[in-house]
């Protein structure tokens, strides 16, 4: 039958020159909708006889499937294309920055924590990492502190609820589990800081149970604590931005480190709520620090009759309320909307020793 045939190909010329959705709706309408044509055509299988509807109905089955699948075929295709024209108009360049008055702030742990990485890349050091949720052993035992010892007293601990495998773990009392995550991993000469979270049962206005310490460890031959106390001070310039700083070296105990120094910084405190350094009566904890125990290079497999080390670890948060004059340590983590853009930095000023670590 030539005429259906022809109103095949008439529809589906259609179907292919139809714009966009609704034109699309509109030939749909006109063919296979309740008077649409090829309904039409369909509604006559009745009358017809059955000789003529068995040569016929696969004929107009044939025409109404033949259009249904072109108009969903079309459909699909202008969708993609609705789809594509919207993408295309609506692109954003997610490498713009972002409007001053919209953009959150850098939380000042963030910032001294960069700042501290970007003084001690300056010096040729690494960043090393370890886990939050510790092993006991590397928190302690091999850092020369065995089960019984009464420094796991001095450090009040999380302890973590027994594991399956048997192994027990803690919530990391210090940074220094990193360097016996460093040390069993890597040969010196090893040159890395650690930064990360602490935790300690501990909190009032000047403690809080989560906060951060930097981790310094060099193991080399010929290591001594003319290095430590170099490295201590290039540190300290850097980071508090002055040329004239006096330290004073305090004797101390750590079980890991052997002799043991703690490190206070001169400075003037007279004037309530101001600090200044360099100058004055007053000293400022910095840390303990000291020459890596031998035993400790040998827990971690170091020959200690080959290289020596020295290790610092220097609290975070203390040293961010010091530079930037933020009283309440405990304010650092209750994400106060009003202190984070009190005290928070512009995202975009990223610390480098010679563009000014604190912009
Ligand atoms: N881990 C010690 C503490 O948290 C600090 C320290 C680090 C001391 C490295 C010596 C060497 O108190």
Redo the contacts with the bound molecule.
């Keep these: 039958m030539a005429d259906i045939a022809s109103l095949q190909s008439e529809i589906l010329a259609t179907v292919a020159g139809a714009a966009d959705e609704a034109a699309l709706e509109a030939v749909r309408v006109a063919t296979l909708g309740k008077k649409g044509s090829v309904s039409a055509l369909l509604a006559t299988m009745g009358s017809l006889s059955p000789d003529e509807r068995k040569f016929q109905g696969p004929k107009f089955n044939g025409l109404r499937d033949a259009v249904t699948e072109a108009i969903t075929a079309r459909k699909v295709r202008l969708a993609d294309a609705a789809l594509d024209a919207r993408l295309a108009s609506e692109t954003l360049d997610v490498t713009l920055p972002s409007r001053f008055e919209n953009s959150g702030t850098v939380h000042p742990i963030s910032q001294v924590l960069e700042e501290v990485v970007a003084i001690f890349a300056e010096l040729g050091f690494g960043v090393a990492e370890g886990p939050d949720v510790e092993f006991d052993d590397y928190n302690f035992t091999r850092l020369n502190i065995p089960p019984d010892h009464p420094a796991r007293q001095m450090?009040d601990t999380f302890y973590v609820a027994a594991q399956a495998d048997g192994d027990s773990h803690v919530l990391r009392?210090?940074?220094?589990p990193v360097?016996v995550r460093t040390m069993l991993n890597a040969k010196p000469p090893i040159r890395v800081i650690s930064p990360g979270r602490?935790y300690r049962v501990d909190s009032d206005a000047t403690h809080s149970p989560m906060f951060h310490?930097v981790?310094a460890l060099v193991v080399d031959e010929g290591i001594h604590l003319g290095h430590l106390k170099w490295t201590v001070e290039q540190f300290c310039k850097a980071f508090f931005e002055i040329d004239q700083i006096e330290l004073r070296a305090r004797p101390s105990f750590?079980p890991?480190?052997e002799p043991?120094l703690e490190w206070d910084m001169r400075c003037d405190r007279r004037t309530p709520g101001k600090i200044t350094f360099g100058t004055g009566n007053d000293w400022l904890e910095l840390?303990?620090?000291?020459m890596v125990h031998r035993k400790v290079l040998e827990n971690c497999g170091i020959d200690p009759t080959k290289y020596q080390g020295f290790?610092?670890?220097f609290g975070l948060d203390r040293m961010a309320m010091l530079k930037y004059g933020m009283p309440d340590i405990r304010s650092f983590f209750e994400s106060d909307l009003r202190w984070l853009k009190h005290y928070g930095f512009q995202p975009l000023d990223i610390p480098t020793l010679d563009g000014g670590l604190s912009r």
Aim: zero cysteines; proline letters at 0%; aromatic letters at 16%.
């Design positions: 450090q009392t210090h940074t220094s360097q602490t310490q981790e750590f890991f480190t043991s840390g303990g620090s000291g290790a610092f670890g």
